[in-house]
């Protein structure tokens, strides 16, 4: 990977980490604009200065955009959108894996107690 593109990854990586910013792009994934008041409900948990201040950020990347009717993903919003399913379809491959191995470790520490 170039340098280039390691530098886009990163600053990237450096706006999601942002707390809140996945949870409004996951919230805005179907599509559906939605009002301050309804992401801030979507998005669970969030204050209203911080949820201003993450629309602010994701607006000047260019992945979200303010409508009469709301807020909604841009296409390049969208596509990140997308691309978080793939990883959301990761996390349930391994949550199902970490499961089976805490269940397979309390049957081994279970066996090595039972005389």
């Known amino acids: 990977m170039a340098s280039k593109d390691k530098a886009a ?3 990237l990586f450096d706006l999601l980490e942002s707390r809140y910013a996945m949870r409004v792009i ?4 179907d599509g559906h604009p ?3 008041r309804l992401l801030q409900d979507s998005v669970g948990g969030v204050t209203p200065n911080t949820l201003n201040t993450r629309l602010k950020e994701l607006r000047a990347a260019r992945l979200v955009d303010h409508t009469g009717d709301g807020y909604r993903l841009t296409h ?3 596509d990140l959108a ?3 399913g ?3 379809q990761f996390a349930s491959k391994w949550a199902h894996q970490q499961a089976r191995a805490a269940t397979a470790s309390a049957a081994a520490a279970q ?3 039972t005389p």
């Open 9 to 11: 990854v990163i600053q």
């Open 76 to 78: 390049l919003g969208a």
């Open 34 to 36: 939605q009002t301050f």
């Open 111 to 113: 066996s090595s107690h």
């Open 86 to 88: 793939e990883v959301q």
């Open 26 to 29: 996951w919230a805005l994934s």
């Open 82 to 84: 997308r691309r978080m």
